[in-house]
């Protein structure tokens, strides 16, 4: 039994094993000493770096932001702080501190100066990522610092580093920083701040775990007192980083699980023959949650409602408000592009519904109720009406196809656009392809 556990702590050990390619550390100490200074070639590497993330922010382009990463000197500072931490040199610590603080405010600056001119002010998802930091990025700050550690300690040097930059992405959020103070979105500006200084403080950290585990020459205090300080100090930065961050992840999953949970509920509870969801959204916040469905066709009466309101427990969506829009409730709400994308989103999951539902039971759609929808999407209209017809084709005057025609009398011209969408609408609406809309 002991030689079965010795091999496997010998087999572990070699796998393992960092000391094995090690840099001399007087190597490694002048590496990363080099790198914290932030002046001359690093800061304009620095500002060039910011200059391009910002763009990529406002482009959303994410290879435009990973080639910015890339360039950027910025980890040099929090890894001298690491270090400095590690071997108990309080002047690395302070150089590094410093030169962190001044890469920082300089790239701030840049970034709103970038933002301040740019003509493109929305908010695009890459840089809307960088608002609201969690526990996952503290995670991908550490393990992170602990990869770029372990490469800077190497001997030889391998393409670790690049990754880490891209991986842990200190540049984005402070371009991100930059735009909430161009376009005065203090909570941008504070999320931003926050997820920097998670990455900064925990990239830090683990260059100072690993440059203990390495057993890298320490200075040793005078006082054992300041280096009790020290540690003191550190685990305070960590608890006072780390919980903000629990407390934003437990949101984002449970807004997830919420979201998920909602979706589900109306795609398979608000299935009606006349009645159509146009539009959903789902509100979250910490003390109440809102589903907003917005309805177009028959109304649903109160005992639909109800039930609907009752089967929310099934979904897992207890305490959730269902807030349901329809009829003239509805009217004002209604918005045209919302019912195009619903129409759109109807043919495309019907698949071929253009030649596959053409039968007369199909199309028991009742006139009455699609004039008063269509009332609310053209207050133009002034009277409307269908019939079938039998048409025969050019090419087979022994083939007989029902046609299904539309005839909408307007108080002005309908555009040629919006005559296409309406009859596509009709399409849809009495569930036959060959609806033929004629306008007067």
Avoid at 70 to 76: E, H, V
Avoid at 132 to 159: C, H, Q, T, Y
Wanted: charged share 20%; hydrophobic share 45%; glycine share 6%.
């Amino acid at each position: 039994m002991n030689t079965v556990l010795q091999s496997i702590k010998d087999f572990l050990s070699h796998r393992f094993n960092l000391h094995e390619d090690k840099a001399d550390e007087a190597v490694i100490v002048d590496a990363i000493r080099k790198n914290v200074d932030f002046k001359g070639v690093n800061l304009w590497a620095l500002i060039f770096a910011i200059f391009i993330a910002s763009i990529g922010l406002n482009v959303n382009s994410t290879a435009v932001i990973i080639g910015a990463m890339l360039i950027s000197p910025i980890m040099g500072p929090v890894m001298g702080i690491g270090l400095g931490i590690g071997t108990n040199n309080l002047a690395l610590v302070k150089k590094g501190g410093k030169n962190l603080l001044v890469a920082t405010v300089i790239s701030i600056l840049t970034s709103t100066l970038y933002f301040t001119i740019s003509p493109l002010h929305e908010a695009q998802s890459e840089l809307l990522a960088r608002t609201s930091p969690s526990i996952w990025d503290v995670f991908i700050a550490f393990f992170g610092g602990l990869a770029g550690m372990v490469a800077a300690s190497r001997k030889e040097k391998s393409n670790v580093v690049p990754g880490v930059a891209i991986a842990t992405a200190l540049m984005p959020p402070l371009c991100t920083a930059g735009f909430g103070i161009a376009t005065g979105n203090w909570y941008y500006f504070l999320g931003a701040i926050y997820l920097y200084f998670i990455n900064s403080v925990f990239i830090a950290i683990a260059t100072f775990l690993m440059a203990r585990y390495l057993g890298m020459a320490r200075l040793h205090f005078e006082d054992s007192r300041t280096e009790r300080k020290v540690a003191r100090y550190i685990v305070i930065i960590v608890i006072v980083t780390i919980l903000p961050s629990i407390v934003m992840a437990y949101r984002i999953v449970d807004k997830s699980i919420f979201e998920t949970n909602a979706k589900k509920f109306i795609d398979e509870q608000f299935r009606f023959v006349n009645t159509q969801v146009v539009s959903r959204s789902y509100n979250y916040s910490r003390n109440k949650k809102t589903i907003d469905v917005l309805l177009l066709g028959e109304e649903l009466d109160k005992a639909a409602t109800d039930t609907l309101t009752r089967h929310l427990n099934n979904y897992n969506l207890q305490g959730v408000k269902l807030k349901i829009r329809q009829g003239l409730n509805a009217k004002q709400q209604i918005d045209l592009s919302q019912i195009k994308a619903s129409i759109l989103e109807d043919v495309f999951s019907q698949g071929a519904a253009d030649t596959v539902t053409q039968k007369s039971e199909n199309t028991a759609t009742s006139d009455t109720t699609v004039l008063a929808e269509l009332k609310i999407l053209y207050p133009a209209l002034r009277s409307f009406g269908t019939s079938r017809m039998i048409a025969y084709s050019k090419q087979d005057t022994l083939k007989a196809d029902t046609v299904h025609i539309a005839v909408a009398r307007f108080s002005s011209p309908l555009r040629k656009v919006d005559r296409q969408k309406l009859e596509l609408w009709l399409r849809v609406r009495y569930k036959s392809g060959a609806v033929r809309l004629i306008t007067e």
